[in-house]
Structures are given as structure tokens and as C-alpha cells.
């Protein structure tokens, strides 16, 4: 084990917390397991792959059950994976240095929070009709936000949401729906990804207590959203989310200010 047991249990209940959080606005958590588990761990590519391996499991049991309930279909999220899952590839096979890692990741978290809690904030969701886009859109969006997410080792449906909702792409539970698809398969991407670099590292012990971790608090998080959550809820939640792991990993992991 590269922890001892009780820091394992405090990182534990922490990803717990924190699937239940992120699969409630159709995200895994990856941003914010990155920035926890460093915490804990030294190891670079330890952290990458871990989390990469979490966000996996949440937005597997999310994307199903967003599929089950009608909230997403294929032809939605098609257009945006086509492009993504290559360029996320490509984006996970670099080998950045931490904190030029952690910079890009923080930057790009809070420009996406502020965006989408100015939305939040001053558009009524009765007079917020949704626009449509031609699929070329799709693409292109899918293709940076893939090279992106591969780039900093999450799913991107955490930059690709708040994009969406600004352009008022669909209503908010769609959004999270396909934020939800658009996660796994990069994901998947990724893995791949850091497998062709040899940079996956996965200790099996913290490795599998983590994946049952996330696993019961994505469920958790899912299915109370699909219930409780209305779509300027979703809209918040993801704003403060997002803002809050974007500073602190941009302070302390990128800028090593605090």
C-alpha cells in the first residue's frame, strides 16, 4: 500500500462525497479526485490513472441510467465523440510537467464555472429556448474538449456542460445526460492513452477501495438528480463545483502559491 489504512479511509469517504456531488449534474468527479489525491499521493501518474479509472465507473452507471430514463440518445452525443475519443488520445499520450498539468486544468475549471453560473444566475429558465446548431459545431467542440480532457486526464464533461448550457444547446438534464456519454468514452480514450505512454499506474489496494467508493456515491448522486434536482439546480451546483476544485488546483497544484 502507498497510504496507510486511515488515510485511505479519510480518501475514501472523500470520493465518496464527491461521486455523489459530480453524478448529480452528469459528471464523474475526475477534476476534483485529482486534485484530493494529491493530497496523499506522489506519485504523478498514480493520481492520473486513478482518477481516470473513477470517473469511468461513475459516469458508466450515470450514462445508463440517463439512457434508461429517455434523457440521452445516440444520435445526440454521436457528433461530439466522433472527434473527441482520438483527440483525447493523443491528449493523454503527452507527458506534461505537474505544474504546467495542474495550471491548465485550474485555468480552464474556473472560466468554465464562471460561464455557467452567469447563466445560471440571470437567465429565467421559462424564457431560455433551446438554439439549433448545425452538427459541424458538435465536432469542432468535441475535438478540443477531447484533446483537453486527455491533455489534464479527465473526461471533459466538465468543460464541455458549461459550454452547452451558454449556448443554450438543450435544457439542463440533457446537458448532463450527454456530459454523462461525452465522459466515458473519453475516459476510455484516456486509459488507452496512458497505456500506449506507459504511464498508467494503478495500486491495486487504494486502486479498488476508491473504485467501490465512487461506485456507491455515483449511484447515490445519480439517482437523486434524476428526482430531486430542477435545471437551474443542476446549473448551480455545477457552477460552485466546478469553481471551487478550479482555484484550488490552480493555487496549489499549478501555482504553488498556498
Avoid at 202 to 226: D, F, K, N, Y
Wanted: one cysteine or more.
Amino acid at each position: 500500500m502507498l497510504i496507510s489504512v486511515e488515510n485511505l479511509v479519510v480518501l475514501c469517504l472523500g470520493f465518496f462525497i464527491i461521486a455523489t456531488l459530480y453524478s448529480s449534474v452528469g459528471f464523474g468527479g475526475g477534476s476534483s479526485y485529482l486534485a484530493i489525491l494529491t493530497l496523499f499521493l506522489s506519485g504523478f501518474f498514480a493520481i492520473r490513472s486513478i482518477a481516470l479509472v473513477c470517473n469511468l465507473v461513475v459516469v458508466s452507471g450515470s450514462t445508463y441510467l440517463y439512457f434508461k430514463n429517455g434523457h440521452a440518445k445516440l444520435k445526440d452525443f454521436l457528433p461530439f465523440v466522433l472527434t473527441s475519443i482520438p483527440l483525447a488520445f493523443i491528449g493523454a499520450s503527452f507527458r506534461l510537467k505537474e505544474h504546467i498539468f495542474f495550471a491548465i486544468l485550474g485555468i480552464s475549471l474556473i472560466l468554465s464555472s464562471i460561464f455557467l453560473a452567469s447563466q445560471a444566475v440571470h437567465w429565467k429558465e421559462s424564457n431560455t429556448k433551446s438554439r439549433k446548431y448545425s452538427n459541424w459545431l458538435s465536432y469542432v467542440l468535441g475535438a478540443g474538449i477531447g484533446f483537453l480532457s486527455g491533455l489534464v486526464g479527465i473526461g471533459g464533461g466538465i468543460f464541455l456542460a458549461p459550454v452547452l448550457n451558454h449556448l443554450r444547446w438543450s435544457n439542463a438534464i440533457k446537458i448532463a445526460a450527454l456530459a454523462s456519454s461525452f465522459i466515458l468514452m473519453n475516459s476510455i480514450s484516456g486509459l488507452a492513452g496512458l497505456i500506449i505512454s506507459n504511464s498508467l499506474q494503478l495500486p491495486w489496494v487504494e486502486t479498488l477501495s476508491l473504485v467501490v467508493a465512487v461506485l456507491l456515491g455515483g449511484q447515490m448522486g445519480i439517482r437523486l438528480s434524476l428526482k430531486k434536482l430542477s435545471p437551474k439546480g443542476i446549473k448551480l451546483i455545477t457552477a460552485i463545483l466546478v469553481f471551487i476544485v478550479g482555484i484550488r488546483v490552480l493555487l496549489i497544484n499549478g501555482l504553488r502559491v498556498l
